[in-house]
C-alpha cells in the first residue's frame, strides 16, 4: 500500500491510499426483469473470481431502499435510509472489493421517477424492472481489502498491490 502522511477525519489512518494495477477482464451483464441485483451481481462474481474492479450499470429497479447520507454529521453515522418502492430508473456505479463474507459491492446509484430523484447507496436487496445492463471491469494486481473501522463504523478499503 503506497500512502501520504496522516490527515483530518481519519487521523488514525494516512491521509490518501493507493494501489497501481491493471485492467484484467470486461464483461458485459444483462439482468433481467425480476431478478435480486446484488443476489445476481454476487453470485456472477464468485463464479469468475472478480477480486477487484468496478462496475458501471443503467436500467431501473424497483422493491428497495437506498441510504441517502447520514442523518446527521457525526461518526459513527446513522445512515438515512429512502424507499425506492415503485420502478425507478437508475444510473449506477460501484467497486468491487473482498469482504469477510466474499465479494463486497458498494453501490452507488441515482434513481428516478418523474420529478422525484433519490441518489445513495445502495445496500440491500434490489428488484430488476425490465434490464439492468452492466459493464464489470476487473483489476489485476491490486487487491481491495475491506477492514471494519471502529471510528467510522463502517467497513473501509485498505487498497495493496499484489
Known sequence: ?????????????????????????VFYLRIDHGEDLHATLR?????????????????????TSIVCGPKEDRLPPDPDFHEIAPAHEIIGTGFIRKGPDGPALHLHISAGRGDRV?????????????????????????ALPVIHDSK???HLPEPENI
Open 1 to 25: 500500500m503506497q500512502s501520504q502522511s496522516t490527515h483530518g477525519l481519519f487521523s488514525h489512518v494516512p491521509f490518501m491510499q493507493y494501489a497501481e494495477g491493471k485492467i484484467g477482464r
Open 43 to 63: 453470485t456472477f462474481i464468485e463464479q469468475h473470481d472478480i477480486q477487484s474492479g468496478i462496475i458501471q450499470m443503467v436500467g431501473a429497479v424497483k422493491n
Open 152 to 154: 467510522t463504523g463502517i
Open 118 to 142: 433519490r441518489i445513495g447507496c445502495l445496500r440491500s436487496k434490489a428488484e430488476v424492472f425490465i434490464v439492468i445492463e452492466a459493464v464489470i471491469i476487473e483489476f489485476t494486481g491490486i
